[in-house]
């Protein structure tokens, strides 16, 4: 019995075990997505994420649903966000490269406002950025490097200028 309650933990783990994938969690942390929404901000070809979608609803982290033609996903449980967000404390703690330490470790008064990606709008912030970058001057955080990539190739489509 405790071989199969350590087995099943171990299947989750190994489905929220690569980079892409946690930047997927990142982005269903507080709202649910369309798959074309996920792709674009991702920047994945179509085919790679279906696999990294289907391990994550294998594993049950993600659920999906249809509304016509498109097919949402959302987290299948909040305490996923809850697990990553304490794996990312323990990082703080280990790392050697004081100034990622510091970037991880942002203090609460620089968690708000929460800030919208210039690419997709969609909101976050330092904390739950998973790209933070400079550009003349100005930080902009977004929500996976897909939308930073976006970002890179052209900047003046996505600064709006007051």
């Known amino acids: 019995m405790f ?3 350590f087995d099943l933990h171990a299947d989750i783990l190994k489905a ?12 269903l942390r507080d709202q649910e997505l369309c798959v074309s929404d996920i792709q674009e901000m991702l ?5 790679n994420l279906s ?11 993600v659920v999906s649903y249809k509304n016509g033609k498109q097919i949402f996903y959302k ?3 909040p305490n996923v966000v ?6 990312r404390e323990m990082l703080i703690d280990q790392c050697q490269d004081k100034q990622l330490a510091d970037t991880l470790a942002l203090p609460m008064k620089d968690l708000l406002p929460i800030v919208h990606d210039p690419v997709c709008g969609m909101r976050v912030s330092p904390k739950t950025a998973s790209v933070g970058a400079q550009y ?3 930080h902009y955080y977004f929500c996976a490097t897909g939308c930073y990539e976006s970002f890179l190739k052209n900047p003046q489509r996505y600064i709006q200028h007051a």
Request: with cysteine; charged share 20%.
């Open 3 to 5: 071989q199969r309650i």
């Open 16 to 27: 929220m075990a690569h980079p892409k994938r946690l930047e997927i969690i990142q982005l």
């Open 43 to 47: 920047g994945l070809p179509q085919a």
């Open 51 to 61: 696999q990294h979608l289907q391990i994550l609803r294998e594993a049950q982290v």
């Open 75 to 77: 987290l299948q449980h």
């Open 82 to 87: 809850t697990a990553c967000d304490l794996i």
């Open 136 to 138: 003349e001057g100005e």
